[in-house]
T-cell receptor, first 115, second 112 residues
Framework: EAQVTQNPRYLITVTGKKLTVTCSQN?????MSWYRQDPGLGLRQIYY???????DKGDVPEGYKVSRKEKRNFPLILESPSPNQTSLYFC??????????????FGDGTRLSIL | RKEVEQDPGPFNVPEGATVAFNCTYS??????FFWYRQDCRKEPKLLMS???SGNEDGRFTAQLNRASQYISLLIRDSKLSDSATYLC?????????????FGSGTRLQVQP
């Protein structure tokens, strides 16, 4: 089954404790992206990747890191989480390298709470 | 002006009603557009793509007005299962880095 898988689905942690949210897709998609969703603000792009070893900042990259060592995986790293990073996070992938001209497939979401 | 603007609603309509949402965008270079549906706390799912003047899929019709820079979504014969938030999505033109800009969504509540 074609899917985007995120883990964990839920995480409650404390300020400053490094965490990683994994994202994996099995569709051989070129483009992958991370979004955060906050009430009233919609989905905002954090980072995206157009191919292996190619990543770039989105609208709200501060406090986050990503890597794309393999085509299927695109982990999101919070080196020193802070309460303002409490949010619902989505990973998405798209066949198109440009990402914008074909629909994106989303993972189930990860709800992070930073205390 | 926001890049993508939607009326947040909520739109409360009875079953069987016809309802329409509008979405305005500021990037005139955008060529393709999408409507996604998002259920509460779930991932967005593609509802319709709009590549030219419009697209129809069963009870759903999406229309694009490039001159006025808006797209609309029409839902006919509303079902209870249509209750959700509808996200307007506008890609950046060309190979722009941000790829997609999401509206904040319009919430629809269909009532029995």
């Amino acid at each position: 089954e074609a899917q985007v898988t995120q883990n964990p689905r839920y995480l409650i942690t404390v300020t400053g404790k490094k965490l990683t949210v994994t994202c994996s897709q099995n569709m051989n998609h070129e483009y992958m992206s991370w979004y955060r969703q906050d009430p009233g603000l919609g989905l905002r792009q954090i980072y995206y990747s157009m191919n292996v070893e190619v990543t770039d900042k989105g609208d709200v990259p501060e406090g986050y890191k990503v890597s794309r060592k393999e085509k299927r995986n695109f982990p999101l790293i919070l080196e020193s989480p802070s309460p303002n990073q409490t949010s619902l996070y989505f990973c998405a992938s798209s066949l198109s390298r440009t990402g914008g001209h074909q629909p994106q497939h989303f993972g189930d979401g990860t709800r992070l709470s930073i205390l | 002006r926001k890049e993508v603007e939607q009326d947040p609603g909520p739109f409360n309509v009875p079953e069987g009603a016809t309802v329409a949402f509008n979405c305005t965008y500021s990037n005139s270079a955008s060529q393709s557009f999408f409507w996604y549906r998002q259920d509460c706390r779930k991932e967005p799912k593609l509802l319709m793509s709009v590549y030219s003047s419009g697209n129809e899929d069963g009870r759903f019709t999406a229309q694009l007005n490039r001159a006025s820079q808006y797209i609309s979504l029409l839902i006919r014969d509303s079902k209870l299962s249509d209750s959700a938030t509808y996200l307007c999505v506008v890609p950046e033109g060309g190979t722009g880095r941000r790829a997609l800009t999401f509206g904040s969504g319009t919430r629809l509540q269909v009532q029995p």
